[in-house]
């Protein structure tokens, strides 16, 4: 009624040892942390800076529910890039209906990389959805710094239409007017303010933004530019507006 959007989700986890056999328990704290993050009741959701406060998202109006967990033994050690945990033929588990759900994948390891999205030109393609490993799925049992639940908010955010917020380029464009022009991603935990100049501009950057590269605990905010760019992908019309047919 008040425009709220729930997408459904499936989970399909790839293990090897019982450690990466992400519990049922911890795949709901996976989805608690998106429904915090994307309704902006994170319990640091305060540390947003005021001088943000104008152009933070509020709600998004976007929420997450679980549908389906898909579980498969594997005797692979180390994943890629490359989508192979998408296809049984390659090993992995294959997208539930596309289209009309949300399928993440959970594997044990992709060496260093903490998770990785298709974008909405993909809606419902078989290998559309986002995938994270293990280590830094949920937060109970995950690995500090990354334990917080927040590769999954990026990565959603990535599934969502987001690019990174330094537009992956030197002061690049991320396609959202309010976020400040960055020189660069942020990694770590910065400290407010962080000034950077791009075409002789410079700009108090919007660091703790979910789109940043920097620690779980240093990010806690989408801007308002941010959250219109993923309404705007699962509103009627949209690219992923197959996730509200159900
Ligand atoms: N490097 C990954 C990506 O580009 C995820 C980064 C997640 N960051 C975090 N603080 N959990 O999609
Ligand atoms: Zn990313
Ligand atoms: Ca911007």
Redesign the pocket.
């Known amino acids: 009624a008040d425009g709220t959007v729930e997408i459904p989700v499936v989970f399909n986890v790839l293990y090897r040892t019982s450690t990466e056999n992400i519990s049922d328990a911890r795949l709901a704290e996976q989805i608690a942390v998106l429904n915090k993050d994307f309704g902006a009741t994170n319990s640091d959701v305060n540390k947003i800076p005021t001088e943000f406060s104008s152009i933070k998202a509020g709600d998004t109006k976007v929420r997450f529910h679980l549908i389906k967990t898909v579980r498969k033994a594997t005797t692979k050690t180390s994943w890629s890039t490359n989508d192979a945990m998408k296809k049984s033929s390659t090993g992995g588990i294959d997208a539930t209906s596309p289209a009309s759900y949300f399928n993440i994948w959970v594997v044990g390891s992709m060496g260093g990389v903490l998770g990785y999205a298709t974008f909405p030109e993909s809606a419902g393609t078989a290998v559309d959805g986002v995938v994270i490993a293990a280590p830094y799925f949920g937060k109970t049992g995950a690995t500090s710094p990354f334990n917080l639940g927040r590769t999954g908010t990026h990565e959603v955010g990535h599934y969502l239409n987001l690019r990174h917020?330094w537009?992956d380029a030197t002061c690049g464009?991320?396609?959202?007017?309010?976020?400040?022009?960055q020189t660069g991603s942020n990694g770590g935990s910065p400290t407010y303010p962080l000034y950077n100049t791009c075409g002789g501009v410079q700009r108090s950057v919007m660091f703790m933004n979910y789109m940043d590269y920097v620690y779980d605990s240093a990010m806690y905010m989408f801007s308002a530019?941010q959250r219109d760019r993923m309404q705007a992908v699962v509103a009627a019309g949209g690219a992923r507006a197959g996730l509200r047919n159900l």
């Open positions: 917020i537009g464009n991320d396609f959202v007017a309010d976020t400040p022009t530019g």
